[in-house]
T-cell receptor
């Protein structure tokens, strides 16, 4: 079975500081990994996805993530936080064999301080 | 093109009642998945429909059911509602190929009283 662990339910950074949101996964097959963002009372929006083409994945809004197989990690980073980045972020995994079923982590709420 | 549309956005139901939620996917998308989001359990997969057939199913009781129509629109039904069914129900559409982007609707907020 697949699973995702997001370390830290809440992360607080200052505007302009580095954003680092941690995600570790468990999968018995090569995984497909995703990061989604959710703003209050909204659905989820895809930030980026890893599908084995490249280990460093660039997404929207300046976010990127690096797939590290040895560490079973897929951490999300952004060099400089903006107030508009305040939201909840979800890491998700899919095994590619069961259609489009996504297994999500518990989420990390990002707070950006001015 | 138009995004994923979920109706209604908000619902209040009484315990024991049943409810039907609707999802219209992006035009051309044949896969519709449903997720339940609660503060305690997070985002949990309910089921996926592809070309009118259920392709995947999560670990929810039989009170939760769904269907998909020939135009790819999907409905989800919950019978004999319980207080614990209060949640945000999200629908996601995709073209159905493995691991392509899933586009989410804004969700239906169900409150059971």
């Amino acid at each position: 079975a697949q699973s995702v662990t997001q370390l830290g339910s809440h992360v607080s950074v200052s505007e302009g500081a580095l954003v680092l949101l941690r995600c570790n996964y468990s999968s018995s097959v090569p995984p497909y990994l995703f990061w989604y963002v959710q703003y209050p009372n909204q659905g989820l929006q895809l930030l980026l996805k890893y599908t084995s083409a490249a280990t460093l994945v660039k997404g929207i809004n300046g976010f990127e993530a690096e797939f590290k197989k040895s560490e079973t990690s897929f951490h999300l980073t952004k060099p400089s936080a903006h107030m508009s980045d305040a939201a909840e972020y979800f890491c998700a995994v899919s095994d590619g064999r069961t259609g489009n079923k996504l297994v999500f982590g518990a989420g990390t709420i990002l707070r950006v301080k001015s | 093109k138009a995004g994923v549309t979920q109706t209604p956005r908000y619902l209040i139901k009484t315990r024991g009642q049943q409810v039907t939620l609707s999802c219209s996917p992006i035009s051309g998308h044949r896969s519709v998945s449903w997720y339940q989001q609660t503060p305690g359990q997070g985002l949990q997969f309910l089921f996926e429909y592809f070309s009118e057939t259920q392709r995947n199913k999560g670990n929810f009781p039989g009170r939760f059911s769904g269907r998909q129509f020939s135009n790819s629109r999907s409905e989800m039904n919950v019978s004999t509602l319980e207080l614990g069914d209060s949640a945000l129900y999200l629908c996601a559409s995709s073209d159905g190929t493995a691991n392509t982007e899933a586009f989410f609707g804004q969700g239906t907020r169900l409150t059971v009283v």
